[in-house]
């Protein structure tokens, strides 16, 4: 296996909760009310030193669409999913997005009161 280089982020950012790597930053949350299997998860516009699984496809709340799943490129940890393709032309503002599930994340210092507050969207697996 080759050498991971790892991309640090400028600015208040999410990180893996198992390893503390830096994923996404704050300004880069779309929605903090998403919905997964075990809870609360944000849609991001972009998210760094991930590896993505193979592209399947996945019955979400919203309906069918063609997902990956992103990995922690340190420590290999599940962290939720990339949308690549929604089969709903409504739902096609999520292609190319990332939703992290909130509970495998954690917040730089200062994070805002109640993030988990704020009203919107959600979409979840029906597994």
């Known amino acids: ?18 390893c503390d790597t ?6 880069d949350v779309l929605s903090r009310s998403f919905t997964c299997l075990r809870g609360r998860a944000y849609l991001f516009s972009n998210v760094v030193n991930i590896t993505l699984g193979p592209q ?3 019955m979400m709340m919203s ?12 420590c290999g940890q599940l962290l939720g999913w990339k949308y690549v393709v929604a089969h709903d ?3 096609r503002f999520k292609e190319g997005k990332s ?3 909130r ?3 954690a917040h730089d ?5 109640n993030l988990d507050a704020r009203a919107g969207s959600s979409d979840s697996e029906n597994s």
Not at 1 to 18: I, K
């Open 63 to 74: 309906g069918w669409h063609t997902v990956e799943d992103i990995f922690c490129c340190c």
């Open 89 to 91: 032309k409504n739902q």
């Open 56 to 58: 399947e496809e996945r």
């Open 1 to 18: 296996m080759g050498r991971v280089f790892l991309l640090e982020l400028q600015g208040r950012a999410y990180r893996c909760r198992f």
């Open 103 to 105: 509970w495998r994340i």
């Open 99 to 101: 939703v992290l599930e």
């Open 109 to 113: 210092a200062g994070d805002e009161l």
């Open 22 to 27: 830096p994923l996404a930053l704050s300004d």
